[in-house]
């Protein structure tokens, strides 16, 4: 059950994720970029239970950039349209971050609004050259990970080099900088070094999570994985196909759950500058994590919130 993964503060965050929903799917109305079945629930929610200190105007905002990260990363991930239009539009992307509201093209106008208001906030001029090499950098990882789902084995990467680049696509980074900017965290300015383990350990969990929750939709559809490049190696060390599978699922949730420990140890002892953005990273993580084990994003969005008890 959902309610088994939300804290304890859960009545206050289902009142606010429901009207972070509401607004977020009036913004999706004018940029109609998701074309999935709605996750408008999920990014809500999630946006509520990671950074429960804003207000509702930023949450809408942070809940805003998750939908934009799934609209992109379901038009990058479609193996079926051309690779050349694919690969045109993020060159341009990287070269004119970050887009215009007014722009023809859907994505790039649903950014240019996101920003348009992300800007306004004290800390972006200090932080926004960040943001924008994180974008451009998940969206680079992104394109990457499509040329390797269409190389022949021999061109893949291994699980290392695999990992190195999904934790840049799994978009933590950008997501933290968007955080800190609507916080106002200030200490995020001159500190952010001090943050980068955590993002770091964040990314590779949020990213084995995902790909532990996703590793038997993405073996039918023939797309690169944690699970199954990690089998790969433990079949090059003799290991039967079955057994292999099993090693390398239990060996990304030791991973994880060694990721966990690391940022929950420092959430609670981060300097006080730094608490806010510590335990967002701790918060966000664990949600996501806990999420994958009875779901994922769709599965979330796909049971009303105001269905579920306050």
């Not at 995902?210 to 797309?223: I, T």
């Amino acid at each position: 059950m959902l309610s088994a993964v939300l804290p304890p503060s859960r009545r206050h965050l289902l009142a606010v994720a429901r009207e972070v929903t509401r607004s977020s799917e009036a913004w999706l109305r004018e940029y109609p970029i998701v074309k999935r079945p709605s996750v408008t629930a999920a990014c809500g929610l999630i946006a509520a239970v990671a950074m429960p200190c804003l207000a509702i105007p930023e949450l809408e905002l942070l809940a805003r950039w998750g939908l934009w990260l799934f609209a992109v990363d379901d038009v990058l991930d479609d193996l079926d349209r051309a690779d050349e239009p694919v690969a045109a539009w993020v060159r341009r992307f990287a070269r004119d971050l970050p887009g215009d509201p007014g722009d023809a093209d859907p994505l790039r106008a649903a950014l240019g609004s996101i920003h348009s208001d992300l800007g306004r906030y004290p800390l972006y001029p200090a932080l926004g050259a960040r943001w924008r090499a994180g974008m451009a950098g998940m969206v680079r990882g992104m394109l990457l990970e499509r040329d390797w789902s269409r190389a022949p084995l021999t061109g893949q990467p291994g699980y290392a080099a695999y990992l190195r680049n999904a934790t840049i696509t799994i978009a933590v980074l950008p997501c933290t900088v968007t955080a800190a900017i609507l916080a106002g965290e200030p200490a995020a300015i001159g500190e952010f070094p001090v943050l980068e383990p955590m993002i770091r350990t964040a990314a590779r969990c949020f990213r084995l999570a995902n790909d532990l929750g996703s590793e038997v939709r993405e073996r039918a559809e023939g797309k690169l994985n944690a699970v199954s490049l990690l089998q790969r190696d433990y079949r090059a060390r003799g290991l039967r196909d079955q057994d292999a599978a099993r090693a390398a699922r239990g060996r990304l949730r030791q991973i994880c759950a060694a990721d966990l420990a690391y940022l929950d140890s420092a959430q609670r002892t981060a300097p006080a500058a730094l608490a806010t953005m510590a335990r967002f990273l701790w918060s966000h993580t664990s949600f996501v994590w806990n999420m994958y084990q009875i779901g994922d994003c769709d599965a979330l969005s796909a049971v009303p919130l105001q269905e579920l008890p306050l």
